[in-house]
């Protein structure tokens, strides 16, 4: 099953580190090329995702069963009635592919790593749009996704999201005893719904609170 979305070349760049004058090499570049158009071809995407209301006290956020003290994801979420959860792998073929590649190129193999990070972000886009379409009939306007790992929010909110999405049954996701999940290009996330209408970033760098030093941060 295709990917169904396309793979921005610039992004595979970005996260290996081509950026500003520092530019890839046209063996690289073709290399690029490769991985991007294996993946499109062999991904096989899966997401889950489901509605919760949502409310917001302070630094303190509840849904579904849960409760989450989080500066950063309070302020996310703040003024929003619902969210969504949701979590998305483009599947085990990057994870294949990469493991291919290592054993006659180490260069091969890192741009199919990154081409298959940016995979799975072109894909969680593709999602995101389709979230927001559909909240935006029902007069409910979509925030930036946020992902356990980013700012405060502790990455051990993953079993939280397992549980209230049952993500391994449904997308064949598993996640590890290190919180880490299995294929590894898979996400999870939660889009805050507002009655109100916000600036809505899609990608994950322009929100993240680490922006500013992380090495495959999108400056530009």
């Known amino acids: 099953m295709p990917l169904g979305v396309t793979i921005p070349e610039n992004e595979v760049r970005r996260y290996m580190g081509f950026r500003g004058p520092v530019e890839a090499s046209p063996e690289t570049d073709a290399m690029i090329k490769k991985a991007v158009s294996s993946l499109e071809k062999d991904c096989s995407p899966k997401y889950v995702s489901k509605e919760y209301p949502v409310t917001v006290e302070g630094t303190t956020v509840h849904f579904a069963d849960i409760t989450i003290e989080s500066r950063a994801l309070a302020r996310n979420l703040a003024g929003c009635t619902h969210c969504v959860l949701f979590a998305a792998t483009a599947g085990p073929a990057c994870d294949m592919l990469v493991k291919r590649a290592a054993v006659t190129s180490s260069a091969y193999a890192s741009c199919c790593q990154a081409a298959g990070a940016a995979a799975i972000e072109a894909y969680c886009d593709l999602i995101n749009d389709k979230i927001v379409e559909e909240y935006e009939a029902k007069g409910l306007f979509a925030r930036p996704r946020f992902s356990p790992g980013y700012g405060d929010l502790s990455l051990s909110h993953q079993k939280d999201w397992f549980r209230l999405l049952d993500i391994t049954k449904n997308t ?13 290009k898979s996400v999870t996330a939660i889009i805050g719904l507002s009655p109100n209408k916000l600036p809505c970033v899609k990608q994950g760098c322009e929100s993240c609170t680490m922006s500013q030093t992380c090495a495959f941060s999108r400056k530009e």
Do not use: A, K, N, Q
């Open 172 to 184: 064949g996701i598993e996640l590890t005893d290190s919180l880490l999940m299995v294929p590894t």
